[in-house]
């Protein structure tokens, strides 16, 4: 089992910035995938976005690409969320996911990742 914590929300306006962090368990050489994904009040958890450990490849939601970026280091067992140009809309609770492996077809998908952190609030204000 994986052990994540995420950090780094908080109340943010529209048009800031926020960086996320999940700490990880992994190891170095470990073969996962990380996801970020968020749930707003009354919504489904919906994909974020996610990269792979070893390579460092990233996959994004249609509705933050060119907004958010994702990115680790194994040394600090560190995956970060950067978001920039919030929104209204990016109010959510975020998590952080891992699953065994590349991010095959159900990268996307909330049953595709099988550890779990305790998630963090973001609230961005207009």
């Known amino acids: 089992q994986v052990q994540l914590a995420e950090s780094g929300g908080g109340l943010v306006q529209a048009g800031d910035s926020l960086r996320l962090s999940c700490r990880t368990s992994?190891?170095?050489?470990?073969?996962?995938?990380v996801g970020w994904f968020r749930q707003a009040p009354g919504k489904e958890r919906e994909f974020v976005g996610c990269i792979t450990w070893s390579e460092g490849n990233t996959l994004y939601a249609d509705s933050v690409k060119g907004r958010f970026t994702i990115a680790r280091d194994r040394a600090k067992k560190t995956v970060y969320l950067q978001m920039n140009s919030l929104k209204p809309e990016d109010t959510a609770v975020y998590y952080c996911?891992?699953?065994?492996?590349?991010?095959?077809?159900?990268?996307?998908?909330?049953?595709?990742?099988?550890?779990w952190g305790q998630g963090t609030q973001v609230t961005v204000s207009s």
């Open positions: 996911a891992t699953r065994a492996g590349p991010p095959g077809s159900s990268y996307y998908t909330v049953n595709g990742y099988t550890d």
């Open positions: 992994l190891r170095t050489f470990s073969t996962y995938t």
